[in-house]
């Protein structure tokens, strides 16, 4: 069975900073690549970013483009998101989900605030 | 970027009626669509993918048709579970992005 579990999550200040941890199991980690995926309270889903099964190739949103980097350790079967000089609006659940967004972690909930 | 445009952003309905959502791309992203079902307080659960193809498990009420810029989620008879908010989500390329969301509501 396909399982990512999120961490890391919390309050922090503005213009601080929080690494995201997803533990996966139950599949080949290092054959897929894994996305974030945010939500904002009582806001819609935004895609964040994504890495590849090797971690050579990134992508992300505009939003966090500059300010978040996705890493991926293959031998601990675990994904990363290093998120730099918060703001207020990065405040939401983040969650990771597989490649083809079948399968998601039930989400960590970071809180930008003073 | 693709911009996803989901509509309505909201709905009322009762059980039993059928329901279509639509989801128009502002480029064409040929059937690279998927379409999730959100539960307050719940995880996103993927109902369709490549447009029209339906997850394992999924009632066979729900349909998903569409290429290239516009597409449709149906409910064909909505069932009390069905409450809930559905996201579209173009995986054309990069960034992805998602609909705003339509937040179907129970008449």
């Given at each position: 069975?396909?399982?990512?579990?999120?961490?890391?999550?919390?309050?922090?200040?503005?213009?601080?900073?929080?690494?995201?941890?997803?533990a996966?199991?139950?599949?080949i980690?290092?054959?897929?690549a894994?996305?974030?995926?945010?939500?904002?309270?009582?806001?819609g889903?935004?895609?964040?970013?994504?890495?590849?099964?090797?971690?050579?190739?990134?992508?992300?949103?505009?939003?966090?483009?500059?300010?978040?980097?996705?890493?991926?350790?293959?031998?601990?079967?675990?994904?990363?998101?290093?998120?730099?000089?918060?703001?207020a609006?990065?405040t939401a659940?983040?969650?990771?989900?597989?490649?083809?967004?079948?399968?998601?972690?039930?989400?960590?909930?970071?809180?930008?605030?003073? | 970027?693709?911009?996803?445009?989901?509509?309505?952003?909201?709905?009322?309905?009762?059980?039993?009626?059928r329901?279509t959502?639509?989801?128009?791309?502002?480029q064409?992203?040929?059937?690279?669509?998927?379409?999730?079902?959100?539960?307050?307080?719940?995880?996103p659960k993927?109902?369709?993918?490549?447009?029209?193809?339906?997850?394992?498990?999924?009632?066979?009420?729900?349909?998903?048709?569409?290429?290239?810029?516009?597409?449709?989620?149906?409910?064909?008879?909505?069932?009390p579970?069905?409450?809930?908010?559905?996201?579209?989500?173009?995986?054309?390329?990069?960034p992805?992005?998602f609909?705003?969301?339509?937040k179907?509501?129970?008449?």
């Amino acid at each position: 069975e396909v399982q990512l579990l999120e961490s890391g999550g919390g309050l922090v200040q503005p213009g601080g900073s929080l690494r995201l941890s997803c533990a996966a199991s139950g599949f080949i980690f290092s054959s897929y690549a894994i996305n974030w995926v945010r939500q904002a309270p009582g806001k819609g889903l935004e895609w964040v970013s994504v890495i590849s099964g090797s971690g050579s190739t990134t992508y992300y949103a505009d939003s966090v483009k500059g300010r978040f980097t996705i890493s991926r350790d293959n031998s601990k079967n675990t994904l990363y998101l290093q998120m730099n000089s918060l703001r207020a609006e990065d405040t939401a659940v983040y969650y990771c989900a597989g490649e083809n967004f079948l399968n998601w972690g039930q989400g960590t909930l970071v809180t930008v605030s003073s | 970027d693709i911009q996803m445009t989901q509509s309505p952003s909201a709905m009322s309905a009762s059980v039993g009626d059928r329901v279509t959502i639509t989801c128009r791309a502002s480029q064409g992203i040929s059937n690279y669509l998927a379409w999730f079902q959100q539960k307050p307080g719940k995880v996103p659960k993927r109902l369709i993918y490549a447009s029209s193809s339906l997850r394992s498990g999924v009632p066979s009420r729900f349909s998903g048709s569409g290429s290239g810029t516009e597409f449709t989620l149906t409910i064909s008879s909505l069932q009390p579970e069905d409450f809930a908010t559905y996201y579209c989500l173009q995986y054309n390329s990069y960034p992805r992005t998602f609909g705003q969301g339509t937040k179907l509501e129970i008449k």
